[in-house]
């Protein structure tokens, strides 16, 4: 039996990682990184491994591209390969936000008898609110968490005035009909090269898709979200 850890890091800040997320990569024989073909992550989850463990175990980066079976069918072969049997998986955010960390882990399941375990992380959400000293919700009205794709494809979710949106998409904030909305956005935070922008859409909107492309260019990825507010 493979004891398998999806463990939260954060938005690349060494120090958004919680004490039970370095016991648990402490107690892991072999630490599996994501590595994106042209982005910098891999190096940067490589990196908080050696910042915060006095003796890292063993890393193992593997490509994080294609299906889920696709990336199970990698992690099987390198389980197999290393014979660990207390991995850990280094997931950027919280892997209880997007599917894409637990979709794969359980498509090895299927392939070998595993028992999975999630340690919660510091979201980009938490950390775009702290940033901006703003809370998530206001009162009585809560904030909606959508993707860029969503946005850009259906719209300003109907009643709700306040959305969180992941998975940015510039084309949806250009979509937006700027009339009424505030945004407040952050890129890469918690590290260096963290930006924030606040203020009326219409003002600073063109900024922040110049700033997302320009930074797209300089490090070949962008990772960032925003709150916007509509008011009447």
Known sequence: MIDLTLIGIGTGSPGHLTREAIAAMENSDLILIPVTPGEDTGTIREGLCHRVLVSPPRIAPFPAIGAADAIAAQLETILRATAATRPCVLVWGDPTLQEDALTAAQALSLRTPLHLRLVPGITAIQALCAAHLIPVSVSDTPGQIVTGRQLREHGWPESVSRIIVIQNDENALQEIDPEGV????????????QMLRQGPLGAVGAEIIRLRRQAHERHGWIADCCLLERRA
């Open 182 to 193: 505030k945004i407040w956005w952050g890129a890469y935070l918690g590290m260096p090269e």
